[in-house]
């Protein structure tokens, strides 16, 4: 079938659509119910079909004779480690580990949070989590305990499940710590936290309340895969929005699984038995999707990557995980290109190793810009593929269907919507423009995977996703399509940011620093940066009253932000100003200041207050 006909296929009938890709799988119950709507008009795709994630993911495997195959390969050149799960040995584990979660007194429904580095027991967490139907919840390491504590707060975990240290490149950070820190922020109040102790740094366990992960492993009963519904929340996932709390995208079991298996085929043309190598961290939505459920699903064997592009020990580092284990698909973020191509511009290192196994790559987080595009193209000579995709929907919104048919590629262009996604470009009043630039949204219903509330906070998800534009989902995203119909995402029209393929909120960043004593206002916006795609630059009036200097507020602003977000935000630069940039009603003209910050032309708004203001961004700046 051509991508044309699948496509329209996936957009007049879904219902269709998706229960014909549904047979894919192994359901306990299927059910003529495929698309519905609930009592606040939402929709949700299988919802009383019965499933269990992990068992489609391993035990099917198992039955089908691929228990011999490597399931997961642990890859850590930061611990000097590599590791090969079977699908019978990670099988074995995940059923021990169920047990060892069921032990504690965790069911179906119940929520777990997951704040654990890139060890194989983070993927193991999470799919035995989903084995005894229990929902997971994974924070990103990276993150300061100020916003775990907003997460278990938000989730209200039963059980946390995390380990005593991560391993950056050159420091070992102690997890736990962040964990009890996190613990004491918190109001919601954890019943046990389970803690994997690895070599590298022990941590100390807090009587009644701390397991020793190892030692309850040990006496774990296996657990049988329990039956869940479709509707059943398989995971919440937070991310950015405009505000500073985060919000937690609810993912459930039944379209998930769909949309992971048909995913592997018809974005990335994975067969059962490749192997799949998605560098990014289980603590983001690729993480979730590509490491660890879509290549599992599919019977892939999925790379385990403990380590970065570059600096463990070089800028070769992927080449050598392709070579090593004969990788066939590969999945990062712009950013980690755009860092190899700065140690190693010629790709030098690539000839170190045997690449022949790699046939595709791809990429996503932000938008791959064209000199990286092209210097991946040169050096590897393998296509590439830009996904465009958010927490939210978690799987492509749009790229190359690859795996349906090959179409030409534009640089700078996500190429074309993917099966179920009817992608329209509309106006602010919502009219539709035709190659146009404008808001991208999506016509309801969305497909299989998409998110279905926001947890605990169905009316955050409409207001926030599903009233600016009736009947369509808002994605945040501007962009426009083509005379050729191929869709480019150009940004996101509201205040969030991405930092080296880390969504994260100007809200947020502002909110925190705000909280500084010192500070009267200040705004945060995403500069540019050859690296890390954007980069956060505040800035700040001081009170009145304050008498710090420059270089001491901005120690201190930079120490809160790592402090109460996290370092991942990468905030460095603070620029002290005596008034902001603001219309006469009182907005902070946010975009004009990237403007200036970047050197691209801008038109003074005709609501601004006072002209001056922007000079003194100017002159900060020069
Ligand atoms: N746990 C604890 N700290 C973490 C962390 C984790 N899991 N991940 C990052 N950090 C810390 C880093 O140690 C660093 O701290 P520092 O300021 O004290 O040095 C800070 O957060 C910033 O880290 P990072 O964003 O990784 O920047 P970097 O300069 O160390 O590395 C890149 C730059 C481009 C190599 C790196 O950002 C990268 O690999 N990016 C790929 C992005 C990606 O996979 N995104 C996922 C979405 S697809
Ligand atoms: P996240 O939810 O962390 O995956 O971030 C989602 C956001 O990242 C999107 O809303 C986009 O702004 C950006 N993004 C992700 N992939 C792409 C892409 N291929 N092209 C352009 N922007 C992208």
Known sequence: MSYEEEYKKSIEDPAGFWSEKAEALDWYKKTDNVLSTDDDGIYHWFSDWELNTSYMALDYHVKNGR?????????????????????????????????????????????????????PQAAIAMLACARIGAIHSVVFGGFASAELAVRIDDAKPKLILSASCGIEITKVIDYKVLLDKA???????????????????????????????????????????????????????????????????????????????????????????????AASDVGWVVGHSYIVYGPLL???????????????????????????????????????????????????????????????????????????YQWINDVLGVPVVDNWWQTETGWAIASNLIGIEVMETKPGSATMPSPGFAIEILDDEGNRLENDEGNIAIKLPLPPSCLATIWGDTQRFVDGYLSDFPGYYTSGDGGYFDEDGYLFVMGRTDDVINVAGHRLSTGEIEECISSHPDIAECAVIGSHDDLKGQIPVGFIVLKANSDKDDE?????????????????????????????????????LRKTIKAIVDGNSYTVPATIDDPTSLDEIKDVLA
């Open 67 to 119: 228990g011999d195959q490597a399931a997961l390969i642990y890859d850590s050149p930061v611990t000097d480690t590599k590791k090969t799960y079977t699908y019978n040995e990670l099988l074995a584990e995940v059923e021990k580990t169920a047990g060892m979660i069921a032990s504690l007194g965790i069911a179906k429904g119940d929520t777990v949070v997951i704040y654990m580095p890139m060890i």
């Open 183 to 277: 613990i004491d922020l918190a109001k919601h109040k954890v019943g046990n936290c389970v803690i994997y102790q690895r070599e590298q740094f022990k941590a100390d366990l807090i009587d009644g309340r701390d397991l020793d992960w190892q030692g309850l492993l040990a006496s774990a009963t296996p657990h049988e895969p329990v039956p869940v519904k479709g509707i059943d929340p398989l995971y919440i996932l937070y991310t950015s929005g405009t505000t500073g709390k985060p919000k937690g995208v609810v993912r459930e079991n039944g379209g998930h699984a769909v949309a992971m298996k048909y995913s592997m085929n018809a974005v990335y043309d994975t067969d059962p038995g490749e192997v799949y190598f």
């Open 298 to 372: 599919q019977g892939c064997t999925t790379i385990f990557y403990e380590g970065k592009p570059i600096m463990t020990p070089d800028a070769g580092a992927f080449w050598r995980v392709i070579s090593e284990h004969k990788v066939k698909t590969l999945f990062t973020a712009p950013t980690a290109y755009r860092a190899i191509k700065k140690e190693d511009p010629d790709g030098e290192l690539t000839k170190k190793y045997d690449l022949s196994s790699l046939v595709n790559v791809f990429s996503a987080g932000e938008r791959l810009d064209a000199y990286t």
């Open 552 to 588: 001491t507020i901005s120690k201190e602003l930079v120490s809160l932000v790592r402090d109460k977000i996290g370092p991942i935000v990468c905030y460095k630069d603070s620029h002290l100003v005596k008034r902001l940039p603001k219309t006469r009603s009182g907005k902070i």
